[in-house]
């Protein structure tokens, strides 16, 4: 008589498989505890906010769009503000690209002292931005500023800095570019893990330089520039810290330094209209969102992935 072996249990296997689940929700759960905590519940209740009329102190009453309706038709500040965050945004995101990607190609190289250099840039990164601020207020300031004076040197009368409507946004844009240091250092990274074979062969075909950086460098860290522009843009709308360091909180001068997040800062905690500024936010939202929807679609004509294949 033939004796057929029973067939492995299953039992095992769905024992581990679910055991591995649990532990797997075990390590998350913080983050999402986290999560709907501290951002998922405080963004609802923000948008509730923003139908209502609320003083931070009494009860918040209804008003529907009455928030949306003012902010767009008869609020006297929110189109300047987000004039100059644009402003401040399309300046800096590109410069900030730029400036990190000439530096990233700089010290990629093998070169004596590559690692203090490196480490050069990336130090200012490190530096708290209320520190940096003040660091800026001392450097721009018109009379005894290091930079007006430097300029004087070439006979250039340098602006006022921060007491100019003209200059004011520039100087916040200039400490921005001071740290860039984060971005290089991903850019690094990025070209130093790029193929040689691939440059040698760019090489023996004639190839300069020139052509070998934009045609073969640039495309393969296209992953890193859309990480930092998507980073960057966000981060530019949402400019803050410089903002209200550098004016000491006035946003000025002459409301010309006024951006939409120390705007919402100021109806929230200064004119307690709680209900206003948690439109003015959720309307930030949605202008990062369409702005990024926008950086996302775009990626498909000009990010490349190395192990993508394109018909």
């Given at each position: 008589?033939?004796?057929?072996?029973?067939?492995?249990?299953?039992?095992?296997?769905?024992?581990?498989?679910?055991?591995e689940?649990?532990?797997?929700?075990?390590?998350?759960?913080p983050?999402?505890?986290?999560?709907?905590?501290?951002?998922?519940?405080?963004?609802?209740?923000?948008?509730?906010?923003?139908?209502?009329?609320?003083?931070s102190?009494?009860?918040?009453?209804?008003?529907?769009?009455?928030?949306?309706?003012?902010?767009?038709?008869?609020?006297?500040?929110?189109w300047?503000?987000?004039?100059?965050?644009?402003?401040?945004?399309v300046?800096?995101?590109?410069?900030?690209?730029?400036?990190?990607?000439?530096?990233?190609?700089?010290?990629?190289?093998?070169?004596?002292?590559?690692?203090?250099?490196?480490?050069?840039?990336?130090?200012?990164?490190?530096?708290?931005?209320?520190?940096?601020?003040?660091?800026?207020?001392?450097?721009?300031?018109?009379e005894?500023?290091?930079?007006?004076?430097?300029?004087s040197w070439?006979?250039?009368?340098?602006?006022?800095?921060?007491?100019?409507?003209?200059?004011?946004?520039?100087?916040?844009?200039?400490?921005?570019?001071?740290?860039?240091?984060?971005?290089?250092?991903?850019?690094?990274?990025?070209?130093?893990?790029?193929?040689?074979?691939?440059?040698?062969?760019?090489?023996?075909?004639?190839?300069?330089?020139?052509?070998?950086?934009?045609?073969?460098?640039?495309?393969?860290?296209?992953?890193?520039?859309?990480?930092?522009?998507?980073?960057?843009?966000?981060?530019?709308?949402?400019?803050?810290?410089?903002?209200?360091?550098?004016?000491?909180?006035?946003?000025?001068?002459?409301?010309?330094?006024?951006?939409?997040?120390?705007?919402?800062?100021?109806?929230?905690?200064?004119f307690?209209?709680?209900?206003?500024?948690?439109?003015?936010?959720?309307?930030?939202?949605?202008?990062?969102?369409?702005?990024?929807?926008?950086?996302?679609?775009?990626?498909?004509?000009?990010?490349?992935?190395?192990?993508?294949?394109?018909?």
């Amino acid at each position: 008589m033939a004796i057929v072996a029973a067939p492995p249990s299953r039992r095992p296997v769905r024992l581990r498989r679910r055991r591995e689940k649990w532990i797997f929700y075990a390590f998350v759960s913080p983050w999402l505890l986290g999560f709907v905590v501290f951002t998922a519940v405080p963004m609802l209740a923000s948008l509730w906010l923003s139908f209502t009329d609320w003083d931070s102190f009494s009860t918040p009453r209804f008003v529907g769009l009455a928030n949306y309706t003012q902010l767009f038709t008869e609020d006297p500040l929110f189109w300047p503000a987000l004039r100059h965050t644009l402003y401040f945004a399309v300046a800096s995101v590109p410069l900030s690209l730029l400036i990190a990607l000439a530096l990233a190609n700089l010290l990629s190289r093998p070169m004596p002292g590559a690692r203090f250099f490196r480490t050069v840039v990336y130090l200012p990164a490190l530096v708290p931005l209320v520190a940096s601020a003040m660091i800026f207020r001392w450097l721009l300031a018109p009379e005894t500023g290091p930079v007006n004076g430097f300029l004087s040197w070439f006979g250039i009368d340098g602006p006022a800095w921060l007491l100019d409507e003209d200059w004011v946004i520039p100087a916040i844009v200039l400490l921005s570019l001071w740290q860039v240091g984060a971005g290089t250092i991903l850019l690094i990274a990025a070209l130093q893990s790029v193929p040689p074979e691939l440059y040698e062969a760019a090489r023996l075909d004639g190839a300069g330089g020139a052509q070998r950086f934009w045609r073969i460098s640039v495309p393969l860290v296209t992953p890193v520039l859309f990480f930092n522009l998507i980073t960057g843009m966000i981060a530019a709308f949402q400019v803050f810290s410089q903002v209200y360091v550098l004016t000491d909180g006035k946003s000025g001068p002459s409301n010309a330094s006024l951006m939409l997040v120390p705007y919402v800062y100021d109806n929230a905690f200064r004119f307690y209209h709680m209900g206003y500024a948690s439109a003015l936010a959720w309307v930030l939202f949605l202008i990062i969102m369409i702005f990024s929807a926008g950086v996302l679609r775009s990626s498909r004509a000009w990010v490349f992935y190395e192990s993508e294949v394109r018909s």
